[in-house]
C-alpha cells in the first residue's frame, strides 16, 4: 500500500512539473509590435492600438490595449481566458485565437484576419495588478446595519 501512494504520488508529481514546463515558453507579458497586410507585408501598428497579452502560471491569459502615453495596459479595456497547451508545447490556444513562438516573437492567428506579432516584454509589469477577492477573514458574527434591518423583517409577515 505504502509503495503504490508514493509511486501514485511521484507520477502526479512528474505530471505537474511536466504540464507547467510547457506554457513556460509563453509565460510573461507581450507586447504588440507589427502585423501582416493582405500584400504579405508585416507592418508596424499603430500607437493606441496595440495589444498586450499576458501568460500566468495558472493558465489564463489576460488580453488588453496597450497605451502609449501611459505606458501600460488600460485596465478596462481587460479580458481573461483560459488557455490550452498543445503540440508538445509549441502552441497555445486562448478563445479563437492561436499562438506559437516564432525567432523569439509571439505570433498569433485567428482564421480571416492577419497575423499579428508581439515581442517579450521585460521588467515591470505594463498590467494592472488583478483584483483581490473579498476578505473572508472578517468576523461575521456581528451583522451590518443592512444585515440586521434585513433579519428583522425576514419571516414576520
Same mark, same amino acid.
Not at 490595449?65 to 497555445?92: C, H, M, N, P, W
Given at each position: 500500500?505504502?509503495?503504490? %501512494?508514493?509511486?501514485?504520488? %511521484?507520477?502526479?508529481?512528474?505530471?505537474?512539473? %511536466?504540464?507547467?514546463?510547457?506554457? @513556460?515558453?509563453?509565460?510573461? @507579458?507581450?507586447?504588440?509590435?507589427?502585423?501582416?497586410?493582405?500584400?504579405? @507585408?508585416?507592418?508596424?501598428?499603430?500607437?493606441?492600438?496595440?495589444?498586450?497579452?499576458?501568460? !500566468?502560471?495558472?493558465?489564463?491569459?489576460?488580453?488588453? #490595449?496597450? #497605451?502609449?502615453?501611459?505606458?501600460?495596459?488600460?485596465?478596462?479595456?481587460?479580458?481573461?481566458?483560459?488557455?490550452?497547451?498543445?503540440?508538445?508545447? @509549441?502552441?497555445? &490556444?486562448?478563445?479563437?485565437?492561436?499562438?506559437?513562438?516564432?525567432?523569439? &516573437?509571439?505570433?498569433?492567428?485567428?482564421?480571416?484576419?492577419?497575423?499579428?506579432?508581439?515581442?517579450? %516584454?521585460?521588467?515591470?509589469?505594463?498590467?494592472?495588478?488583478?483584483?483581490?477577492?473579498?476578505?473572508? #477573514?472578517?468576523?461575521?458574527?456581528?451583522? #451590518?446595519?443592512?444585515?440586521?434591518?434585513?433579519?428583522?423583517?425576514?419571516? !414576520?409577515?
Amino acid at each position: 500500500m505504502r509503495f503504490n %501512494l508514493f509511486t501514485c504520488g %511521484l507520477a502526479c508529481a512528474v505530471l505537474v512539473m %511536466l504540464a507547467g514546463g510547457c506554457a @513556460e515558453r509563453f509565460s510573461g @507579458e507581450w507586447l504588440e509590435q507589427s502585423c501582416l497586410i493582405p500584400a504579405n @507585408e508585416m507592418r508596424p501598428v499603430n500607437p493606441g492600438q496595440r495589444m498586450a497579452m499576458q501568460f !500566468t502560471d495558472h493558465a489564463v491569459v489576460r488580453v488588453g #490595449t496597450y #497605451t502609449d502615453l501611459a505606458g501600460a495596459v488600460d485596465a478596462d479595456s481587460i479580458q481573461s481566458a483560459r488557455f490550452v497547451v498543445f503540440k508538445g508545447g @509549441e502552441v497555445v &490556444e486562448f478563445g479563437s485565437k492561436l499562438a506559437r513562438i516564432d525567432h523569439g &516573437e509571439l505570433v498569433t492567428f485567428v482564421q480571416g484576419q492577419p497575423e499579428r506579432r508581439f515581442i517579450h %516584454l521585460r521588467g515591470k509589469s505594463v498590467f494592472p495588478p488583478i483584483a483581490p477577492g473579498p476578505d473572508l #477573514t472578517r468576523n461575521m458574527s456581528s451583522p #451590518t446595519p443592512d444585515q440586521a434591518v434585513f433579519g428583522a423583517s425576514w419571516g !414576520t409577515n
